[in-house]
C-alpha cells in the first residue's frame, strides 16, 4: 500500500462503526485489516477460543464470517465500494482449528450492473480449509437505505455505487 491509499480496515467507515469482522474496537470481533493483493485483498487471523463450536475447531458460521467478510473487502479495495451479501456457494475443505493462523484472500472475479462475484479462499498451515464463491449487490445510497431501513451512516456515503 502507497501512502496516498487508504488503510483497509474498519477505521475507513468511521469511529465506533459496529462491523463484527472489521471494526476495530468490536469486544469480540475478528477486527480485520487486509493487504491488497492482485484483483482482490488477504489477511490473517487466528482464532481463539471464543470462536470455537466442537473442541478445537471454529465454528462453521464464524468460518463464513471470516470468509464475507474477507469477499467484502475485496470490493471495497477494488471497485472501492462496499456490497451487502446476496448469495454464496460454500464448501468446508478441512476443520479450521483453533489456535492456528488462518491466511484468508478472496479476488473480484467480475463486477456486472450492481452484482459483483468474489472468489475466497481459506488456508491453515498451507491447506486448504474453505472455499467459496460469493455474489454482493453493490448498491446506490437509497438501496443501502432502504435495505438498512434508515439513514446510512455518513461515513459510508463515499462507498454506495
Given at each position: 500500500m502507497t501512502a496516498h491509499e487508504p488503510a483497509l480496515d474498519g477505521h475507513i467507515f468511521g469511529a465506533g462503526q459496529p462491523c463484527f469482522g472489521c471494526a476495530p474496537d468490536h469486544p469480540i470481533g475478528f477486527r480485520l485489516a487486509?493487504?491488497?493483493?492482485?484483483?482482490?485483498?488477504?489477511?490473517?487471523?487466528?482464532?481463539?477460543?471464543?470462536?470455537?463450536?466442537?473442541?478445537?475447531?471454529?465454528?462453521?458460521g464464524l468460518v463464513v464470517t471470516l470468509a464475507d467478510e474477507?469477499?467484502?473487502?475485496?470490493?471495497?479495495?477494488?471497485?472501492?465500494?462496499?456490497?451487502?451479501?446476496?448469495?454464496m456457494q460454500a464448501r468446508f475443505q478441512k476443520p479450521v482449528r483453533i489456535g492456528l493462523e488462518v491466511a484468508a484472500s478472496a479476488r473480484l472475479l467480475r463486477s456486472v450492473r450492481g452484482i459483483s462475484t468474489v472468489?475466497?479462499?481459506l488456508e491453515q498451515d498451507t491447506k486448504a480449509v474453505f472455499a467459496a464463491t460469493m455474489k454482493f449487490a453493490v448498491m446506490d445510497v437509497a438501496g443501502a437505505e432502504a435495505l438498512l431501513g434508515g439513514p446510512l451512516p455518513e461515513a459510508w456515503r463515499r462507498f454506495a455505487r
Open positions: 487486509f493487504e491488497r493483493i492482485e484483483s482482490g485483498v488477504s489477511t490473517h487471523f487466528v482464532p481463539d477460543a471464543r470462536y470455537q463450536g466442537p473442541p478445537g475447531i471454529m465454528h462453521g474477507v469477499a467484502a473487502w475485496a470490493i471495497i479495495a477494488e471497485l472501492g465500494k462496499f456490497g451487502f451479501t446476496a448469495e472468489g475466497v479462499s
